[in-house]
């Protein structure tokens, strides 16, 4: 039976027969490809990661906004565009209904990629960092929508934790209050991002997919609705040493701070602010953490469907 929101939705041929089958899908976000990395480092990571999505089983959806329509999953030639198109508008949740009803070119931030991933049936998404309480928040009020929809939307985040820009410790209690699992993939700590270790214990951990897989059937077996952080640390041999990317964390937030960049413009000043101060080195980091993403969702996303 057709939904709503279906006229919306264009549906890659490969993702719908996928669905279709019940084989393992991967939702990947488009803000990392328009706001988060500089062409051609964007394309090439994003085509790498669908790459990698393939190469551990599963079929990727890279999802975005064009015209006016939901692309779940796009194509070379819309990958492309989205690369290197400069009016391209960051939506999360407040901004899907307007950017959709003015026919606009829109890239998804992790809550409305989760929200047209989750319309669309798939439960597992791939992305760098989730968003979280922003360092000073209990002054400025400023806490991103990922956290309220991972509450609701019943899907599967795979990051290297959240960002390291962020207050790290409030975002965990943030999560707890609404009732998310988080959990570190292979370790104790939360990662932080650029490094492997936050300083925080993570609240719960698992050391393969299958049990990942298996916790979600059961969350959901029980209509626990909402989403799960799980928490993958970047590899060492990639992580950015904390002494370097701390400096850089609080330079950039003091550059913001006498800019008075805020709101949605601040996640990605503080990301090329810190990418300019560590010499590219955060850029490099970015990547290969994504990357590992990647292939760690698709992982679960496969156990998933195996269980049936």
């Given amino acids: 039976m057709s939904k709503p929101w279906d006229k919306y939705l264009d549906v890659l041929p490969e993702v719908r027969q996928a669905l279709d089958q019940g084989k393992a899908v991967v939702a990947l976000e488009s803000t990392i490809i328009s706001h988060g990395m500089p062409y051609p480092d964007n394309l090439d990571c994003a085509a790498n990661c669908e790459k990698i999505v393939r190469d551990h089983g599963a079929v990727p959806a890279t999802i975005a906004i064009l015209e006016g329509r939901v692309k779940i999953g796009v194509t070379r030639t819309e990958l492309e565009y989205l690369a290197r198109a400069k009016n391209v508008v960051k939506c999360s949740r407040r901004d899907l209904a307007a950017v959709l009803a003015l026919g ?48 609701t939307t019943g899907v599967c985040v795979v990051s290297a934790g959240v960002k390291s820009i962020l207050d790290i410790g409030r975002t965990l209690e943030y999560l707890e209050t609404l009732g998310v699992p988080v959990v570190a993939f292979g370790q104790n700590r939360f990662p932080a991002f650029y490094t492997p270790d936050s300083g925080f214990d993570a609240p719960l951990r698992m050391d393969t997919a299958a049990a990942v897989a298996r916790m979600l059937k059961v969350k959901w077996d029980f ?57 590219g080195e955060s850029l490099e980091a970015n990547k290969r953490l994504v990357y590992s993403n990647a292939a760690l969702a698709a992982d679960i996303a496969a156990a998933f469907a195996a269980l049936g």
Avoid: C, W
Avoid at 111 to 124: P, Q
């Fill in 104 to 151: 606009q070119d829109g890239a998804t931030t992790v809550a409305a990629t989760m929200i047209l991933a989750d319309r669309a049936g798939i439960r597992f998404f791939a992305t760098g960092g989730v968003g979280g309480v922003h360092r000073g928040a209990e002054n400025s009020m400023d806490i991103s929508a990922d956290l309220t929809e991972l509450q």
């Fill in 223 to 279: 209509a626990l609705h909402g989403g799960a952080v799980i928490g993958n640390p970047i590899s060492v041999e990639y992580a950015v040493p904390p002494e370097r990317i701390n400096v850089a964390i609080e330079e950039a937030l003091r550059r913001a701070d006498t800019n008075k960049i805020t709101g949605k413009e601040i996640t990605p000043f503080l990301l090329d602010t810190v990418k300019e101060l560590t010499g």
